[in-house]
């Protein structure tokens, strides 16, 4: 009898102890597939956040890119402008001064006949003219027409500009190439 008891109680132990450490494998199971899961969904993240940087970068450079060609390709018509635009030699010229913005001065003469137009190509052409800009005489104070406008055709005389008129370049901030001289009109 005892040792039949004693038997049935160890095999109960053995269930028992087979039975927690099952038990305590499962939790251990269950623990080690959270953390899984947990650790997988920061790499994921991680990832996305990656490329987002890696995407926003390489918009950066494209705009960078892209704004950095638009300059070379103002710098490349101001000297192909350059190349054309000759001094008028005879008598009856107008002498026009233009005033940039960080004021310096170039003096220049002109057919009467030169459109308002050609006044802009001129003064894009000047060292240190900002790519995009308005002419404005000083007294009377007026804006001649946008490079771009209709009465941009008009000649000087047709507008009333006389001999010795001063003509300031207003630098526009807004990169509209509608006042100022662009690659696709010339």
């Not at 790499?43 to 950095?68: G, M, T």
């Not at 300031?168 to 990169?175: G, K, T, V």
């Not at 662009?182 to 010339?186: G, P």
């Given at each position: 009898?005892?040792?039949?008891?004693?038997?049935?109680?160890?095999?109960?132990?053995?269930?028992?102890?087979?039975?927690?450490?099952?038990?305590?494998?499962?939790?251990?199971?269950?623990?080690?597939?959270?953390?899984?899961?947990?650790?997988?969904?920061?790499?994921?993240?991680?990832?996305?956040?990656?490329?987002?940087?890696?995407?926003?970068?390489?918009?950066?450079?494209?705009?960078?890119?892209?704004?950095?060609?638009?300059?070379?390709?103002?710098?490349?018509?101001?000297?192909?402008?350059?190349?054309?635009?000759?001094?008028?030699?005879?008598?009856?010229?107008?002498?026009?001064?233009?005033?940039?913005?960080?004021?310096?001065?170039?003096?220049?003469?002109?057919?009467?006949?030169?459109?308002?137009?050609?006044?802009?190509?001129?003064?894009?052409?000047?060292?240190?003219?900002?790519?995009?800009?308005?002419?404005?005489?000083?007294?009377?104070?007026?804006?001649?027409?946008?490079?771009?406008?209709?009465?941009?055709?008009?000649?000087?005389?047709?507008?009333?500009?006389?001999?010795s008129t001063t003509l300031?370049?207003?630098?526009?901030?807004?990169?509209?190439?509608s006042s100022s001289v662009?690659?696709?009109?010339?």
């Open positions: 009898g005892i040792n039949a008891e004693y038997g049935r109680q160890r095999n109960r132990n053995r269930v028992s102890e087979s039975s927690t450490s099952q038990l305590l494998m499962q939790e251990q199971n269950a623990a080690f597939n959270e953390s899984l899961l947990r650790d997988q969904e920061r790499e994921k993240q991680r990832k996305a956040e990656e490329e987002a940087v890696r995407l926003a970068q390489e918009e950066a450079d494209r705009k960078l890119e892209e704004k950095e060609n638009k300059l070379k390709a103002r710098e490349e018509l101001r000297k192909e402008l350059r190349g054309k635009l000759e001094e008028p030699t005879k008598e009856h010229t107008i002498s026009l001064l233009f005033r940039l913005p960080n004021g310096s001065r170039v003096a220049r003469a002109f057919l009467p006949e030169v459109r308002v137009k050609e006044l802009y190509e001129f003064a894009f052409t000047c060292e240190d003219a900002p790519n995009f800009f308005t002419l404005i005489t000083n007294f009377p104070k007026r804006i001649l027409p946008a490079y771009d406008a209709p009465d941009a055709l008009l000649s000087c005389r047709d507008i009333g500009l006389e001999n300031f370049l207003q630098e526009d901030d807004s990169e509209s190439e662009s690659e696709a009109e010339v």
